[in-house]
């Protein structure tokens, strides 16, 4: 970034309500001169003063530059994050948005030592959940009026192939290119491929609903398979008659507590303030009036439309986030006004969004100066974010499907409101999470849920995912990436048990403690890692380098272990205890570990509980390792001990919280453990093995195809046989021999 060329001065914030001065709006106190970077308008920056700098540099999307991060209030930092539309249950995707967020706090508050105060907002008005609450309404209405099967089938199937010719409509239009050249960019990259997965998905619903008609299946079952497309129809006829509000209401309350029963389960830390915004409607009307009495929007048949045109002539820039982009296409305004539409002249420019929508039958609405309506979708989070955290904001973050036009009409009416020239300091926009190359979403139908994921992983694996890929770049979720941080996690496991079992044995305290060459190069490469990880975090909140450099730790402690086996000198546990505290250390700041000992917690509690089973565990380990070592020494193996040890580590051990891992030198290696986590992983591993015992059949299967085909060119004539080969040749003579060779 460089220094602009008309470099702002700095001057106090505006009061609420009031215009900047004659120069430009205004800056809050404590911001710098103005840089500009990336083609992105003017950025002050946070003056250092006396406040400590801890090096954290942080891309912004306000400058698309990583730039220091310095709070505007000493080590008090506001936080501001975009939450869920509560209209169905929260996906993977929601969980990339939400961890990478917690993981990000967890760094700033326990590791850099910053006061964070994070507001996080619930959308609880919607033309999502007005839609979804409407659909389910009538659904659940004509389920209940117990119409003939007959009656059933008719109308689900008439709604499927609506549904489909609305689809195939859609893919014809989507197939036209287009003139501008950032639409036609969006159409052949995301909007084309997205429909045509949403035609592909539907194909498969059409397939099943015919499937349970033609099997005069029950009519709950047809209703239930066709659902999206008989709400649909039902909405078409009868949408309007869905008048009451606490409709609305329910249906954003029931999934507001899953997202939070959701993100509990994932380990994520709740914010300080959680804000609706059905509670906020008196006060988003009195922030677009002040908007209106500015000049910079006005009112138009009941709705209110922000005056971009206004905007910049009052000296304000937009968009800011995506200087480039300078309107919406159609799709980014169609996502921006959801069901609003603007009748022809009913706005002034193209490029002016609704700050307040002026409700249709079957909406829910309140009172207002323009009449019964509801509030726009970036005003929500404007009002929400003012009225707690100002007119001046550290960070505000979400999704990057966010960033334009979301974010920037954010800025934009914030700006306009308060009479500043930069409300947010810093944006930080998340990656959004792929599966086979397409974003997740619930329009697509290719989501996985979080309580689904969280039925076959851990929130612990989940969190790893994460951990080990950059925040703000897209994320594709795979069964790769999935295994990628088990196998990790793995690693670690093995890593704290085998310290804990140093720690346990003793035997350190009667062997010398002189370093010689091992302990320095494991003490250096300790040392060498906390000077990685430091650096990564600083830059970027580069957790993935941090990841690296913490496995280090436990590959050097394992190359340790094995030279001192070597020379048959013990371990020095301490320096081992100490890389092993560190690492824990560290996986508890990212949300990896919560608990204060070293390694992975336990189900029944920390520290002080291993301390009081290791005796027993360990007497009845070195019981079965002694029982082990006896029944292989008869001859033959007494197989009937030999599988009574098996099941005390396969199973029983299992269901008491005990891992038990054989070793070829007969000693037995423990660790307390979660239970559920290793029947998980038992189970994983009795699925791996039936997948390759299916591979291997699959494989047999084939070469006994190609065997037979084999077996069957040899009892054709020469003149068939070659006909079989066109692959290799193009032309054949009277007798059926080839006489000239594929291209």
């Not at 891309?59 to 310095?70: A, C, Q, R, Y």
């Not at 249906?251 to 994520?268: C, N, P, Q, S, T």
Request: overall charge negative; aromatic content about 8%.
């Amino acid at each position: 970034c460089e220094p602009c060329a008309t470099p702002a001065e700095p001057a106090p914030a505006a009061a609420k309500g009031t215009r900047g001065s004659a120069r430009g709006p205004k800056l809050a106190p404590g911001l710098g001169a103005a840089v500009c970077c990336n083609n992105h308008p003017e950025w002050h920056g946070v003056v250092p003063t006396t406040q400590r700098v801890t090096g954290l540099k942080v891309l912004n999307s306000l400058t698309g530059e990583k730039v220091p991060f310095i709070p505007r209030e000493g080590n008090r930092v506001t936080w501001y994050t975009c939450g869920p539309t509560v209209y169905d249950v929260c996906h993977i995707g929601h969980a990339r948005a939400y961890l990478t967020m917690d993981i990000m706090r967890r760094i700033m508050e326990d590791y850099f030592g910053y006061e964070v105060f994070l507001q996080v907002n619930v959308t609880d008005i919607d033309d999502k959940i007005i839609k979804r609450a409407r659909h389910n309404k009538l659904l659940e209405d004509y389920e209940k009026a117990g119409n003939p099967l007959a009656d059933v089938q008719r109308d689900v199937l008439a709604a499927v192939h609506a549904h489909e010719a609305k689809l195939a409509k859609k893919l014809t239009e989507l197939q036209q290119p287009k003139a501008d050249k950032r639409e036609e960019v969006e159409r052949t990259t995301e909007l084309l491929p997205q429909h045509e997965h949403k035609v592909k998905t539907f194909a498969e619903t059409k397939e099943k609903v015919e499937g349970l008609v033609q099997s005069k299946a029950a009519a709950a079952a047809v209703i239930s398979a066709g659902k999206e497309a008989l709400g649909e129809a039902l909405d078409a006829e009868k949408g309007d008659q869905v008048t009451q509000k606490e409709v609305f209401d329910a249906h954003g309350r029931r999934y507001e507590k899953e997202f939070i029963e959701d993100m509990e389960a994932l380990g994520v830390r709740m914010p300080d303030a959680l804000s609706r915004v059905t509670e906020y409607v008196p006060q988003i009307v009195e922030f677009v009036q002040a908007i209106v009495a500015k000049g910079m929007a006005y009112a138009s048949n009941g709705s209110v439309y922000m005056d971009i045109g206004a905007f910049k002539a009052a000296g304000h820039h937009y968009p800011k986030l995506e200087p480039s982009k300078g309107k919406a296409t159609e799709a980014e305004m169609a996502e921006s006004e959801g069901s609003h539409t603007a009748v022809a002249g009913e706005k002034r420019s193209a490029s002016d969004f609704a700050l307040w929508k002026a409700s249709k039958a079957g909406e829910p609405s309140w009172d207002s100066p323009w009449g019964g309506g509801r509030p726009g979708w970036h005003i929500e989070c404007s009002v929400m974010a003012s009225d707690i955290l100002g007119s001046n904001i550290d960070i505000h973050a979400g999704g990057v499907d966010l960033k334009f036009p979301h974010h920037d009409n954010e800025l934009c009416q914030s700006e306009a409101f308060h009479g500043c020239g930069q409300w947010i300091n810093h944006f930080w926009h998340f990656g959004h999470l792929e599966i086979k190359g397409l974003k997740m979403s619930k329009s697509l139908k290719n989501f996985i849920t979080i309580r689904q994921a969280l039925s076959g992983h851990t929130a612990r694996q989940i969190r790893l995912v994460f951990l080990l890929k950059p925040w703000d770049k897209k994320l594709d979720f795979s069964d790769q990436t999935v295994d990628e941080a088990e196998t990790k996690e793995k690693t670690l496991i093995a890593f704290f048990d085998n310290v804990k079992e140093l720690l346990r044995d003793r035997a350190w305290l009667a062997a010398s403690q002189e370093w010689k060459e091992p302990e320095r190069t494991l003490s250096a490469a300790i040392a060498a890692a906390k000077a990685t990880v430091h650096a990564a975090l600083c830059d970027n909140f580069d957790t993935g380098s941090a990841m690296a450099a913490l496995l280090s730790i436990a590959s050097a402690s394992f190359a340790y272990l094995d030279s001192v086996k070597k020379v048959t000198k013990p371990a020095d546990a301490l320096l081992l205890k100490s890389g092993a505290i560190y690492v824990t250390k560290m996986l508890r700041i990212f949300g990896v570990v919560t608990h204060e000992e070293v390694g992975f917690p336990i189900a029944a509690g920390g520290g002080a509980y291993e301390e009081q089973v290791a005796p027993i565990v360990g007497a009845l380990v070195d019981f079965r390792d002694e029982v082990r070592t006896a029944a292989k020494a008869t001859s033959p193996p007494n197989r009937a001990l030999l599988d009574l040890c098996d099941t005390i580590r396969d199973q029983k051990a299992v269901d008491l919280g005990v891992r038990i891992e054989d070793r070829a030198d007969g000693k037995a290696l423990w660790s307390l453990a979660d239970p559920e986590v290793m029947r998980k992983e038992k189970v994983a591993a009795a699925l791996a093995a039936l997948e390759g015992q299916v591979n291997k059949l699959s494989n047999k299967l084939v070469d006994k195809k190609k065997e037979l085909a084999k077996n069957n060119a040899a009892l054709l004539t020469p003149a068939d046989y070659f006909k079989t080969l066109t692959d290799k040749y193009a032309q054949f003579d009277a007798e059926g021999k080839p006489i000239a060779d594929a291209a």
